[in-house]
């Protein structure tokens, strides 16, 4: 299974803080986070053995440009999310 978060706003992804609503932050969590959290779920459920999940998160999380902290936010979460679940199921030295 390979999950990759990317729900950003068209045409104003890259806005400061103060220009993005609560809704818009909630739907980027709620399709980053929650899709990534959900297709793990079904991963763990349908996993064969020696089956491997992999997450694909962003570069502009270790780029921290002004305007992306929605968005990294969500990336830094999904790549936090992924290596608990690494170092939780996975065999020793996972990543």
Do not use: C
Not at 66 to 91: E, H, K, S
Request: aromatic share 10%; no cysteine; net charge positive.
């Amino acid at each position: 299974m390979v999950g990759h978060p990317g729900k950003q706003r068209r045409g104003r992804d890259h806005q400061a803080i103060g220009h993005i609503t609560g809704a818009e932050f909630d739907r980027s969590f709620g399709v980053n986070i929650k899709g990534v959290f959900h297709g793990q779920q079904l991963a763990w459920e349908y996993r064969a053995d020696g089956g491997r999940v992999i997450t694909i998160s962003t570069s502009t999380t270790a780029l921290i440009l002004p305007g992306y902290a929605a968005y990294d936010a969500t990336n830094g979460a999904v790549a936090q999310f992924t290596r608990i679940l690494a170092r939780q199921f996975g065999p020793p030295g996972s990543q």
